[in-house]
């Protein structure tokens, strides 16, 4: 346990976080590519977001926690 007047930090080098996001824009920018894929690969073709999908996607999320990054 630290006393209240302690501050830790914890400093990364520029190069780590740049790899981190060109490796996270990457794995975005596969991930778009797939779901475009999968859009004009399927018979059915793209369909509308519903708001009963909404809705089941918010139940599906209740309980998850969100924390920002970094």
Do not use: K
Request: aromatic share 6%; charged share 25%.
């Amino acid at each position: 346990m630290l006393p209240d007047n302690i501050l830790l930090m914890r400093l990364e080098p520029p190069e780590a976080a740049e790899q981190e996001a060109e490796g996270d824009s990457l794995m975005l920018g596969l991930f778009l590519d797939f779901l475009s894929r999968q859009a004009l690969e399927s018979n059915a073709g793209p369909c509308f977001y519903t708001e009963a999908m909404a809705a089941d996607d918010e139940d599906l999320l209740a309980d998850v926690a969100v924390s920002s990054p970094r």
